[in-house]
């Protein structure tokens, strides 16, 4: 009796290696894609919560008759039970430009259901359309149920999630994160889920952020990165280093020489005639007008816009007008708010009948209202003069840049049934560093 429970224990210690008290997970959930370094590239993340020593993704036009493989990553959650996930990342290159492939990931242990991708087309001149939103949680996330729908009809050619995530990614021991990418595999595992981090990634040094998402280039771990879109050059950055120094102060110059180096080759000559609409994110926003949120909205000496405010070191307001941003999304405020154009607290509108055409300063939005449990922030009024539409209204926005010149954004109201609520229409025909005039107006700091 004795040897047959030797045997037993010699076979599942051969056959069952990557068995945690007799159990085995590993199907693949939380499928989700992100654009990789090169236009004809599609990152796919995976978890597992077993071992399974194989990432692999079939994939192909009219059936799965071809495979990429790639590698997984052990991570362990900083909380009192240090849950340990599998995390899987495949990227397939040499894609065809435009092209809408079908595919499932995982392993010879278990494998996805059937999802589908489209792969960006060829050069700057075609039209991308992007959902735009920001706090979004497991709990109340009002808007998602839409944004499924719409992303599954083929609205939209990737999203851009402005931070704060789950509410939070890391709390019971990281579960509330699994189900959130749970919650949004039917949108991110379809189209492109770009991302930055908000304050509500913090913890253990924003790890769930940092292994959970999958973004190309930059420092690496999703902190900031860029990528060419169409006609377009997106840079996604970080605010939360000015606010999280305990995680260290050369996070802050290292962001920011990135930044300037971005910037800097984004507008050599030939790289901003093709895509000539800079479009920035990042989490919390320089301009706002909530009664709520004392530190970012009526703080003359905002972090993410002054910088240090001793000196104004790093002020990334200052290093975006300098390098002429187009367009900048924030969030952070459970609210929606367009702002006119504006620089260093003044108001630089392009002319009296349309602010929007060549505006002399940068465009600002706020997209933080996709819905979280902690609901909506209340504005204080009238507002501030550069507030031109405010609502705490759930919504999204959809922003479909349709050439060189022009680029729409429309903010859609879940409250409303999905009513556009405010649209904008931005038209440039110029673009470039040192192409703004605004601070040719006198100070009002």
Known sequence: MAAFGQEISFFLIISGFMYTSGQFFAQPEQVHLSYGALPDQMTITWVTFSQTNSSVVEYGLSEL???????????MDGGAEHRVLYIHRVTISSLTPGQKYTYHCGSKYGWSEMFTFKVMPKGPYWSPRFAVFGD??????QSLARIQRETQEGHFDAILHVGDFAYDMDTDNGRVGDEFMRQIEPVAAYVPYMTCAGNHENAYNFSNYKKRFSMPGGDGEGMFYSYDIGPAHIIAFTTEFMYYVEYGWLQILNQYQWLEKDLQKANLPENRAERPWIITMGHRPMYCSNSDDDQMCTNINNLVRVGIPIDHK???E????????DLQFYAHEHSYERLWPVYNRTVCNGSSSDPYDNPRAPVHVVTGS????EGEDPFFNPGFEWSAFRTSDYGYGRMTI???THLYLGQVSDDKGGEVVDKMMIKKTKHGAGTYSCHLTPDKV
């Not at 996709?370 to 449990?373: L, S, T």
């Open 314 to 316: 790093f002020s990334l």
């Open 370 to 373: 996709a819905g979280c449990k």
């Open 402 to 404: 349709y050439n060189h």
């Open 136 to 141: 979004m949680g497991n709990a109340n996330a």
């Open 65 to 75: 008759d071809m495979v990429a493989v790639g590698s997984s990553e052990k991570f």
């Open 318 to 325: 200052d290093l975006f007008y300098k390098y002429g941003v």
